[in-house]
């Protein structure tokens, strides 16, 4: 096969694929699942977690990551889930505004949260709320549940949102680990996998 015929080929087959639907103008990559764009403006967050202890049945608001976006448009906040639970249930989810008066607070012991640092003038549910570009960030705040005996956890949290006609998800991989007894520590203290 010579070049021109190599190239005309390939030109063939690309306009044969984008004539099949496959091939898209629009840069960025679909989730599978989801069919939401995963290139969007929320910061990703590189892989973390820490652990607690608390008895079967205590509700408990987690505030260990703050969402900031990129560029200069808005967000609208479609949905919030926790991914790969294990006894962990989700209760709810609400965010704290930029105008919080500290970056985050990590645990609360109840849900809602009644931390003094988490006012009910900086919080808000998430479903629906638009957040901004802030410096600060919106502090994600999740309502759950240890609805287990066990070492429990939670694997990440998937946040699905629309900036403008654009729909996107992202997936945060924070993980929470969970004693729910005495038994289930090392020294005292609930154990944190390595590297985390």
Not at 68 to 86: C, F, K, M, Q
Not at 112 to 135: F, N, S, W
């Amino acid at each position: 096969m010579t070049r021109g015929s190599l190239a005309r080929w390939a030109f063939a087959a690309v306009i044969t694929v984008c004539l099949s639907g496959s091939c898209s103008t629009d840069d960025g990559d679909e989730s599978p699942s989801t069919g939401r764009r995963t290139d969007g403006p929320l910061r990703m967050v590189p892989e973390g977690g820490y652990s607690h202890s608390l008895p079967v049945g205590a509700e408990f608001t987690d505030g260990f990551w703050v969402l900031r976006l990129d560029g200069d448009e808005p967000a609208t906040i479609d949905d919030v889930r926790i991914e790969a639970s294990n006894g962990l249930e989700q209760l709810g989810v609400m965010l704290a505004a930029p105008a919080r008066p500290i970056a985050s607070v990590q645990v609360d012991e109840s849900w809602p949260p009644r931390h003094r640092y988490l006012p009910k003038r900086v919080l808000v549910d998430a479903i629906g709320a638009e957040i901004t570009p802030a410096r600060d960030g919106w502090e994600l705040l999740i309502g759950m549940k240890a609805a287990a005996r066990g070492y429990l956890q939670r694997d990440g949290v998937t946040v699905d949102y629309t900036v403008g006609d654009k729909a996107y998800t992202a997936y945060l991989p924070i993980s929470v680990f969970i004693c729910t007894d005495k038994k289930y520590e090392e020294d005292g203290v609930c154990p944190t996998p390595k590297g985390f």
